[in-house]
Structure formats: structure tokens, C-alpha cells
Nanobody, 127 residues
């Protein structure tokens, strides 16, 4: 039974930082591609960042230079370091995995429906 469990969300003031974690269990953590996505109230889910098994990363333009995605394979954990947070970063943040290998990880920010496994989300509120 595959589980992705996010944590680390919370409420911060603009300019602050948060570090999200996504603990994976139930499968061999060697996912070809993992990603962070977010959904604000009344808006569609959008891609934030992806990381491939070779550690190459991709970011949405809105978070470049402020967010950093990383992973610790020994701990089966995906991270998202978020700095210089803005009110527009307020959203529920989800981690996702199980992207088919025929979908390039670098282009997966817009391929939300192709990710097979999702966590339950963690709320980030920036005021």
C-alpha cells in the first residue's frame, strides 16, 4: 500500500520560510520523478517543482529562486524548502509520484493527471 504523507505546512508572515516534507512508504523509493503541486481555493492545481532520479529539477516561474526541491533517498523523503514566501503562495501543497517513464520529468509540471500517487496535502498560509 503506497503512502505519501506531507508535513511541515503552517502559517507564516510574508518573507518567512517553511520546509515541507513528503514521507513515502509502501514502494521502493526510486521514483523516476517526484513533484510538488499546490492548489489555492477556487483555483486549479498547479505544478510547483519536480525532481528526477538524476536530481535534475524544474520549477514554476512563480517560485524560481525562492523554492528548492530535494530528496533524501535513504529516508524515502521528498522536501520543498520555501523561502521569501508571499501571500500568493497560500495553498494546499501536495507531493506526487509515479509519473510514467514516457513523460519527461522536466515537463511534468503541467502533467498533473499523469502522476499516479498523491499525498493528502499540507496547508500553507502566508499573510
Amino acid at each position: 500500500h503506497v503512502q505519501l504523507v506531507e508535513s511541515g505546512g503552517g502559517s507564516v508572515q510574508a518573507g518567512g520560510s517553511l520546509r515541507l516534507s513528503c514521507a513515502a512508504s509502501g514502494y521502493t523509493y526510486s521514483s523516476y520523478c517526484m513533484g510538488w503541486f499546490r492548489q489555492a481555493p477556487g483555483k486549479e492545481r498547479e505544478g510547483v517543482a519536480t525532481i528526477a532520479s538524476d536530481a535534475s529539477t524544474s520549477y514554476a516561474d512563480s517560485v524560481k529562486g525562492r523554492f528548492t526541491i530535494s530528496q533524501d533517498n535513504a529516508k524515502n523523503t521528498l522536501y520543498l524548502q520555501m523561502n521569501s514566501l508571499k501571500p500568493e503562495d497560500t495553498a494546499m501543497y501536495y507531493c506526487a509520484a509515479d509519473l510514467p517513464p514516457w513523460v519527461t520529468c522536466s515537463g511534468a509540471l503541467a502533467r498533473i493527471a499523469d502522476f499516479g500517487w498523491w499525498g493528502q496535502g499540507t496547508q500553507v498560509t502566508v499573510s
